[in-house]
Antibody
Framework: EVQLVQSGAEVKKPGESLKISCKGS????????IGWVRQMPGKGLEWMGI????????RYSPSFQGQVTISADKSISTAYLQWSSLKASDTAMYYC??????????????WGQGTLVTVSS | EIVMTQSPATLSVSPGEWATLSCRAS??????LAWYQQKPGQAPRLLIY???TRATGIPARFSGSGSGTEFTLTISSLQSEDFAIYYC?????????FGQGTKLEIK
């Protein structure tokens, strides 16, 4: 069974750093792109960026370029999303998704359960 | 960036009836469109890709059509579990972009 399991909810203060994770199992982790999606409270879905764990090729949506860093450790089948200095506006649910088809980054066919990030002073 | 526009924002339909949700792209995306369903407190679920191909396990009452810039998701004989928010997403260009969603509610 394909599964993406994300790290737990986080409560942080503005200016703090954070790294959340997404662990894949049940498939060849290095053969599928992983994407990160933001959902702000009561709002829609936004693609932030994607990574190919096989070679760490990474693409960012223009709105998120320079705001976050996406990485992966293929040895433990885990992708990451990190911030160096959080803002209150980063408060959101963050989802990871496996992108299909294999080797392409078209649509998310499997999703993590989401990680809620709350940034408040 | 391709802008995806969904209509209506909210659709009220009675159980057992049909629902038609629309999605428009700001430029041609050929058939590179997916649909997702999201229920409160849950992650999105892939329903359809390639405009009309149902994802694994998706019931036949869900169907997709369209091409170019105009797309439709049709749900026949609505069941109680179908009331949710639906998003379209293009994958013709980077960055991939979603529509703003259509909330399907019980009438």
């Amino acid at each position: 069974e394909v599964q993406l399991v994300q790290s737990g909810a986080e409560v942080k203060k503005p200016g703090e750093s954070l790294k959340i994770s997404c662990k894949g199992s049940g498939y060849i982790f290095t053969s599928y792109w992983i994407g990160w999606v933001r959902q702000m409270p009561g709002k829609g879905l936004e693609w932030m960026g994607i990574i190919y764990p096989g070679d760490s090729d990474t693409r960012y949506s223009p709105s998120f370029q320079g705001q976050v860093t996406i990485s992966a450790d293929k040895s433990i089948s885990t992708a990451y999303l990190q911030w160096s200095s959080l803002k209150a506006s980063d408060t959101a649910m963050y989802y990871c998704a496996r992108l299909s088809p294999q080797g392409s980054y078209n649509y998310g066919d499997q999703w993590g359960q989401g990680t809620l990030v709350t940034v408040s002073s | 960036e391709i802008v995806m526009t969904q209509s209506p924002a909210t659709l009220s339909v009675s159980p057992g009836e049909w629902a038609t949700l629309s999605c428009r792209a700001s430029q041609s995306i050929t058939h590179n469109l997916a649909w997702y369903q999201q229920k409160p407190g849950q992650a999105p679920r892939l329903l359809i890709y390639g405009t009309s191909t149902r994802a694994t396990g998706i019931p036949a009452r869900f169907s997709g059509s369209g091409s170019g810039t105009e797309f439709t998701l049709t749900i026949s004989s609505l069941q109680s579990e179908d009331f949710a928010i639906y998003y379209c997403q293009q994958y013709n260009n980077w960055p991939r972009t979603f529509g703003q969603g259509t909330k399907l509610e019980i009438k």
